[in-house]
């Protein structure tokens, strides 16, 4: 079965891909360096599932979803 890939879900999974990097890079810098309670605290309401983040949350990811996209197509139009 062939599904079909739109800008939104590209979009979507590109962004829900760049915060589990987030994730990742936010806990290992947690647990190799001192950070600030105040941002801990933060950074741990935020590792969860993209799917449980708030709009404005998911569109800091979407940000740079968008720029993979960009890159993408102005790559595709060098061909």
């Known amino acids: 079965m062939k599904v079909e ?3 939104e879900t590209l979009l979507e999974g ?3 891909l760049e915060h589990e990097q987030w994730q990742e890079w ?3 810098i947690s647990a190799t360096e001192k950070i ?3 941002r ?3 950074w741990e309401k935020q590792w969860c599932h ?4 708030s709009e ?3 569109e800091k990811d979407r940000v740079y979803a968008r720029k993979v ?3 993408i197509k102005q790559l595709s139009e060098t061909k």
């Open 26 to 28: 936010s806990r290992n």
């Open 14 to 16: 590109i962004a829900k």
């Open 50 to 53: 993209y799917s449980v983040l």
């Open 69 to 71: 996209i960009e890159l």
């Open 5 to 7: 890939i739109t800008e």
């Open 40 to 42: 801990l605290r933060k």
């Open 36 to 38: 600030s309670p105040k």
């Open 56 to 58: 404005k949350q998911k």
